[in-house]
């Protein structure tokens, strides 16, 4: 549904697996587009949105950070992700709030494990995308290499629109095979030559051309028309149906070049004015309205972050338009909120506007309880969006201040950490009392704890982390009989239940089905044996541990007339699977990782080693120009240290990444000796 909206606004998001290149890439669109007069350099720690102290003494992007600049007269909202896998929770946050995507790959290793993470992220938010093969001066660099990973490696059709000039370290510029025409960068230059294509290129551009249109013809139906008759797609017809296959996520287009020595990137920018789309080109967001600026006023925070000049909500307007002083609902806590100022984010710098409207990404100052995933809307129109979805954390530490006069300090930069970032949870350990700080990973763990000692000055202990176990049952019972009575005085508590509990199959994580006959035990006390049941589920038998994997079916039960109860039954369900799960054999699971090691060739035999050492079960390895890559899936339990270890295997070559890969049973514990 389109509306009076104008396709000005490129909403988008670099993507990427970590050392792909996306800074550089971000930091050559401010550069070009004018909202920088300087290259930021990664390895310099002069990149605008790597501004935190963390990033640039990490060298990776740790934080989404939003930037905006003007592109041949459309405004580009952009938000540089980050590529390392215990940060994926701040990609999935800006990935709802994005309309487009430019997804950036080694030419060298092409898809690597996080690249393909982030696409199922943005597959599972229909976002659509297009492809920049980036670091085409390296050695061993090979588009056809990485076009052919994108289509093995993610499912898609990949469309190549550009043919390198040269290569590795030759690599000058690119044949655009829409227009047909060389785009050239002689060194040191910020842009290019339009040049027509070089005569050694000419055949293989021609022969690279009519393999696009044919592809896209297979794929578009107007294209399709056009090439039946015409034998040939025409200039215009090729970039429409480009454009469409973009947008529904039939096929991504793909360019190349080098972003850090600035090759590429213009056409690049034109690309995504060209295939990506506006706001007005997005279907309404469930539960909200057509980004149409005379509509309501409803935006999604999804990120908050506490400055020294206070706290930052940055929200994405999805309708209407907001000015400063106007007064919004927030959905979550019912409150009314006043806005008192906007600011256009350029990382963290920022320029105050008087008004945002539809398709905006801005920051705004006032709301002092919006959290990620809160809905901020008029409040004579209240809607409430779809949230992010957070991940739930796998790696816990315990944290503790040093001084006991810092105890409630450490309480308020927790609750303020947890804010910033909903995938940090905080709770305290009824056991211990100790506060546990959970996330997901090591690397992030030790973001957030560096966060503490730097930004609050506090002195902290951390103890090593500890992983998230689960329960399940690999063999169930039947027929377990529960009867829950309980008389007091006045009306009393009665519920009978009987339940067969069993492992599921696949990855449910709990079903729960009724086969009760004949009336015997009311709808709504089945809701209630069903919402016991989940609550029992908090905690296992074999250490207290979440329990997954679990089928109850409810098949018989008995009421009394005056005595039953929703809370009875609810009481009933609860207790009687606590039962069934110590009479069933469970198992203890563990979390697991798929780990991709690069390392010398020469070192391959010590890293193999080391993963068997620490249960890893590897699943690939292969070797290409002295370099090996081996794939493996290891305990996460067993990842703890692992950087330190693999450099002094591999005298600091070697280089390792890991993505979640759930969770598989862990060995039983030893039994204790004898006395």
């Known amino acids: 549904m389109r509306t009076n909206l104008p396709p000005v606004i490129r909403n988008l998001g670099i993507l990427a697996h970590v050392d792909a290149g996306k800074t550089t890439v971000t930091e050559r669109i401010l550069f070009l587009t004018g909202a920088t007069h300087k290259r930021g350099e990664v390895h310099d720690g002069t990149t605008v949105t790597d501004f935190d102290p963390q990033e640039r003494d990490r060298g990776i992007t740790i934080f989404a950070a939003a930037v905006s600049c003007d592109w041949a007269g459309h405004r580009i909202n952009l938000i540089d992700t980050p590529g390392h896998v215990d940060f994926s929770d701040e990609v999935e946050r800006s990935l709802r709030v994005l309309d487009g995507a430019v997804a950036v790959f080694d030419a060298v290793a092409g898809v690597e494990p996080q690249s393909e993470t982030v696409w199922r992220q943005a597959d599972r938010h229909g976002v659509p995308r297009i492809a920049f093969v980036n670091k085409l001066d390296r050695a061993g660099a090979e588009l056809d290499g990485a076009v052919e990973s994108i289509r093995t490696r993610l499912g898609t059709v990949p469309l190549p629109v550009q043919l390198p000039i040269g290569r590795e370290d030759g690599f000058t510029g690119v044949v655009d095979l829409v227009r047909m025409r060389a785009y050239v960068w002689a060194d040191g230059a910020d842009t290019y030559a339009d040049e027509p294509v070089p005569d050694e290129l000419r055949d293989e551009a021609r022969h690279r051309r009519r393999r696009l249109e044919e592809t896209v013809a297979e794929l578009h139906p107007a294209a399709l028309e056009e090439f039946c008759a015409d034998s040939a797609l025409s200039e215009e017809t090729l970039t429409g149906a480009l454009r469409d296959l973009t947008l529904t996520g039939e096929a991504v287009v793909v360019l190349c070049g080098s972003a850090y020595r600035n090759r590429g990137v213009e056409p ?27 509509a309501p006023f409803t935006a999604l925070a999804f990120k908050v972050s506490a400055t020294a000049t206070g706290r930052m909500t940055y929200v994405r307007v999805y309708a209407g338009t907001i000015a400063k002083g106007d007064t919004v609902l927030d959905t979550t806590t019912g409150r009314t909120e006043r806005i008192s100022r906007i600011l256009r984010v350029q990382a963290d710098r920022a320029t105050e506007l008087d008004a945002a409207r539809a398709g905006d990404i801005v920051a705004v100052v006032g709301p002092k309880t919006a959290r990620a995933g809160t809905t901020l809307c008029a409040p004579d129109a209240p809607v409430v969006l779809e949230p992010p979805t957070t991940a739930d954390p796998v790696v816990s530490v315990a944290v503790e201040a040093r001084r006991s006069t810092d105890t409630g300090r450490l309480a308020t930069a927790l609750a303020r950490l947890s804010e910033e970032d909903p995938s940090l949870v905080v709770r305290s350990d009824p056991e211990t009392g100790q506060t546990v700080l959970s996330g997901l990973g090591e690397l992030h763990l030790e973001v957030a704890v560096e966060k503490l000692r730097r930004d609050r000055g506090l002195e902290v202990t951390v103890g090593r982390p500890q992983v998230a176990y689960r329960e399940t049952v690999a063999k169930g019972v039947t027929g377990l009989l529960h009867r829950h009575v309980k008389q007091d005085g006045g009306a009393g508590q009665f519920a009978h239940v009987v339940i067969d509990v069993e492992p599921t199959v696949g990855d449910e994580e709990f079903v729960f089905l009724s086969t009760v006959t004949g009336g015997r035990v009311p709808q709504e006390y089945i809701r209630a044996v069903e919402a016991g049941c989940r609550d029992a589920l908090v905690e296992g038998p074999l250490g ?128 204790a000796p004898a006395p």
């Open 544 to 671: 207290g541990h979440p329990v997954t994997g679990v089928r109850v079916t409810l098949t018989d039960g008995a009421t009394h007339p005056k005595d039953s109860s929703e809370m009875a039954f609810r009481t009933a369900g609860r207790f009687a699977l606590r039962e069934a799960l110590r009479a069933s054999l469970m198992t203890l699971l563990e979390p697991v990782a798929e780990v991709t090691v690069t390392v010398p060739a020469e070192s391959v035999g010590a890293v193999l080693g080391d993963l068997a050492a620490r249960r890893g079960r590897v699943t690939d390895s292969t070797t290409r120009s002295g370099t090996a890559v081996v794939s493996a899936t290891v305990p996460l339990a067993e990842l703890f240290g692992y950087a330190s270890r693999l450099r002094g295997r591999t005298q600091g070559r070697g280089t390792f990444t890991t993505r979640p890969a759930g969770y598989a049973p862990a060995p039983a514990p030893a039994p």
């Open 268 to 294: 690049l920018l034109d690309a995504v004015v060209a295939y990506l789309p506006a706001p007005s080109d997005m279907p309404p967001v469930r539960g909200g309205t057509p980004a149409d600026p005379a």
